[in-house]
């Protein structure tokens, strides 16, 4: 299987996760861009920091992708990657977060990801991956994943007989 498929049977299993669970959705696409930002851009920040311009001139979908990259990006590779990185550190943190900054956390990485799609096949699934975020913003987030976490573990404890809550 190709890398374009796996990633757009990925993409569809995380839409059908932020249809039919908002909540475990929200927590996953937070993390993923999370993940995302740290184990990809990060380590190709440190490691290899030529492998950014390489990106958008490997096979864009569109022209003008390959002019930036080859004009602009290729002037401080490891600053773009790192711009990238922090880009996708504040959307995830957004996106556990609550209330209206979950939301722009969401259209943050909808723009994200519709803005890479260009980049190359194996970026063409991204929509669907968009799509997921879009399902996300038919409902409101009034706590963070940190407060929806707390309210799931006991908060009643027994220490010494005593009862604390």
Known sequence: MTPMIV???FSLLVLLLCWLKPDAGRLFVGLYFLVMALGVNGVLV?????????????????????WAFEHVVVLAPALFGLLAA???????????????????????????????????VWTLANPVL?????????????GSVLDMLRSRTPRDTHVAGVRRR
Request: net charge positive.
């Open 7 to 9: 990633f757009l049977v």
């Open 46 to 66: 440190l490691t290899n920091p030529a492998q950014f311009v390489a990106l958008g001139t490997d096979a864009p979908v569109v022209p003008l992708y390959r």
């Open 86 to 120: 922090a880009y996708e550190i504040g959307v995830g943190l957004l996106i556990l977060s609550k209330g209206e900054r979950v939301r722009w956390g969401l259209w943050g990485g909808i723009v994200f990801l519709l803005g890479i799609t260009p980049l190359g």
């Open 130 to 142: 968009a799509l997921a975020l879009i399902m996300l913003l038919r409902k409101r987030y009034e």
